[in-house]
């Protein structure tokens, strides 16, 4: 059913119909207002709102219960039916708009399951050594780095292996660790992270490190995101996502 409007609403077109009228109820007879808000109350009981039926239902109380010696103006029904009209317009379209994007969600989110087995670079992802497979990602780079240095932290929080990157140019730098520690043994397999530190015209900082993971899975947020989720148990929207393949 088509929602309307509040009883506040409905109170000021009752008011401005009686308002152009100027109407004088006799004794016991009771102004088209008054005949309003008892229907609307009544109404009100068990809705705050009221649908296309209620609205002509009090149309027609209002046109019984008015003055026939001074009966409401033409101008006052044509306002308030204009009125009607609009809010009955607004209120398709708004329903129009999101069966719109109900329907483009569910489309986006089917779409996003062909992700699913594919490589993309996530920001942040931790990195899944697993089987002796290297871990790869990239390191984007905004402005050229006189110095680029990576560690990678087991689940202790130790760092157990660094790189040594030197100077780097502006835009993606390739990330690629074979799994070994400092010490050139071969880690157990897991998760581990890894962390970047540039110097950037004299200033240290820690760029965003983006491990190439394989999406696992997709799913949608109540607020209709895609979000994708990827091997090691991270979920990532998919507009965060920064490559796909790799």
């Given at each position: 059913?088509m929602?309307?409007?509040?009883?506040?609403?409905?109170?000021?077109?009752?008011?401005?119909?009686?308002?152009?009228?100027?109407?004088?109820?006799?004794?016991?007879?009771?102004?088209?207002?008054e005949?309003?808000?008892?229907?609307?109350?009544?109404?009100?009981?068990?809705?705050?709102?009221?649908?296309?039926?209620d609205?002509?239902?009090?149309?027609?109380?209002?046109?019984?219960?008015?003055?026939?010696?001074?009966?409401v103006?033409?101008?006052a029904?044509?306002?308030q039916?204009?009125?009607?009209?609009?809010?009955e317009?607004?209120?398709?379209?708004?329903?129009t708009?999101?069966a719109?994007?109900?329907?483009m969600?569910?489309?986006?989110?089917?779409s996003?399951?062909?992700?699913?087995?594919k490589?993309?670079?996530?920001?942040?992802?931790?990195?899944?050594?697993m089987d002796?497979?290297?871990?790869k990602?990239l390191?984007p780079?905004?402005?050229?780095?006189?110095?680029l240095?990576?560690?990678?932290?087991n689940?202790k929080?130790n760092?157990?292996a660094?790189?040594?990157?030197g100077?780097?140019?502006?835009?993606?730098v390739p990330?690629?660790?074979?799994g070994?520690?400092?010490?050139g043994?071969?880690?157990?397999?897991?998760?581990?992270?890894?962390?970047a530190?540039?110097v950037?015209?004299?200033?240290?900082?820690?760029?965003?490190?983006?491990?190439?993971?394989?999406v696992t899975?997709?799913?949608?947020t109540?607020?209709?995101?895609?979000m994708l989720e990827?091997?090691?148990?991270?979920s990532?929207?998919?507009?965060?996502?920064?490559?796909?393949?790799?």
């Open positions: 059913m929602t309307l409007a509040t009883s506040n609403s409905l109170n000021a077109a009752a008011a401005t119909a009686n308002a152009g009228s100027k109407i004088k109820a006799p004794a016991g007879l009771k102004t088209t207002t005949a309003a808000n008892e229907a609307l109350m009544a109404k009100s009981g068990t809705s705050a709102s009221m649908g296309q039926k609205f002509l239902t009090l149309f027609t109380t209002q046109l019984k219960c008015q003055d026939p010696l001074d009966p103006k033409n101008e029904f044509v306002a039916l204009a009125q009607f009209s609009q809010l317009a607004t209120t398709t379209m708004s329903e708009l999101k719109y994007v109900d329907s969600s569910g489309e986006r989110m089917m996003s399951t062909n992700m699913i087995g490589t993309v670079a996530v920001p942040n992802a931790p990195a899944l050594y002796g497979k290297p871990v990602g390191i780079l905004p402005e050229g780095a006189s110095g240095q990576l560690q990678v932290i689940d929080g760092v157990i660094t790189q040594i990157l100077p780097q140019q502006a835009g993606d990330l690629y660790w074979d070994s520690d400092d010490t043994n071969q880690v157990p397999d897991g998760l581990y992270t890894i962390t530190s540039a950037v015209q004299g200033k240290n900082t820690n760029p965003i490190v983006s491990i190439h993971s394989t899975g997709v799913n949608q109540p607020d209709k995101t895609i990827v091997a090691g148990g991270k990532v929207k998919l507009t965060d996502v920064q490559r796909i393949g790799g």
